[in-house]
């Protein structure tokens, strides 16, 4: 049989966003409730060395310092839970959200820091690869392979500014695109086909990589399944997935208004959401940037803005 409580101030999610978030409820005496969901810590947490996060001269691992972060939220007595939100319902108030499908949380504001998922080819070298060459943002990463040799696979803006940016530090950079064309506008199409250390490699997709310490090369396959197919290797330190994201939003459809892939949409350069005391904090309102610092700088938006909604309402 489910169980109910009520709290004041309910968070969902534990990355920078979410952490930050229950640091500045809990200084405010909102007695924040926070739920971790399936990752905690977030994507950091499978990241090696993070490298441009102010306050970290020498650097700190993901789970380092998500642990670190944790740990000032628990210091403030943020209340931290193990538990994922299977179901809300944002139609009444107080808010009702289901944890783990069994207890019942109502809420009279909901911060969503659920994050997002960067999409992988489902190829089993990319877990074992995982900060061993293998990566999903190359802002985060790019600064590793120095004069190395890198390869991006998309077709799409998004592909196309992360070849462009890992050119600005790589010797080498191979866009792996598996259509005979690239999707991206045409600027960015005419900046990469204009960059000397970008080779495109139309109408390839990647099979596996292989490596003994680390990513050393790819093995592509060019025209898969037509006439002309024709595997090949190509020498590699680093393999950049630039596919897209997903944000973890199934559980609000049709409760908070959403873009046309997902991501919640706030209002300006606020945290706030379509409905009247949920906020919206992290990548999983963020589809330009995703950065740790712009996670963690949101999710100081939501709680000052949750806050104030409190205390406009006497709540």
Not at 240 to 254: R, S, V
Request: with cysteine; net charge negative; glycine share 10%.
């Amino acid at each position: 049989m489910s169980t109910t409580e009520h709290v004041r101030c309910l968070i969902l999610g534990a990355g920078p966003a979410g952490y930050t978030a229950a640091i500045y409820t809990s200084r405010a005496n909102l007695k924040p409730v926070l739920y971790e969901g399936m990752q905690p810590g977030g994507q950091l947490t499978t990241t090696t060395d993070v490298e441009n996060f102010p306050g970290y001269e020498h650097g700190v691992t993901g789970p380092d310092m998500m642990q670190q972060i944790r740990k000032q939220a628990l210091r403030f007595n943020a209340d931290i839970r193990s538990g994922e939100a299977t179901e809300v319902d944002l139609s009444k108030k107080p808010f009702v959200v289901s944890i783990d499908g069994d207890k019942k949380v109502t809420c009279d504001t909901l911060i969503v820091a659920t994050g997002a998922k960067a999409k992988y080819l489902g190829l089993p070298c990319e877990d074992k690869y995982a900060g061993m060459g293998v990566s999903a943002c190359a802002t985060c990463d790019g600064f590793f392979y120095r004069n190395k040799r890198v390869a991006v696979v998309g077709g799409g803006d998004t592909a196309c500014e992360e070849a462009l940016y890992l050119a600005t530090i790589a010797q080498k950079v191979y866009l792996i695109v598996r259509k005979p064309f690239l999707r991206a506008s045409k600027v960015m199409q005419e900046r990469v086909m204009n960059n000397e250390k970008i080779e495109v490699l139309f109408e390839h997709n990647t099979l596996n990589l292989f490596g003994d310490n680390g990513v050393e090369g790819a093995h592509l396959v060019y025209r898969k399944g037509e006439p002309d197919e024709k595997e090949l290797d190509i020498a590699i330190d680093g393999f950049f997935l630039a596919i897209g994201h997903k944000p973890n939003t199934d559980f609000l459809k049709g409760q908070l208004k959403l873009n046309e892939v997902g991501y919640i949409v706030t209002e300006g350069n606020t945290s706030l959401t379509s409905v009247e005391g949920v906020f919206a904090a992290g990548d999983v309102a963020d589809p330009r940037y995703r950065q740790a610092v712009t996670s963690a700088g949101s999710g100081c938006k939501a709680a000052l803005d949750a806050e104030k909604y409190l205390m406009e309402h006497n709540l």
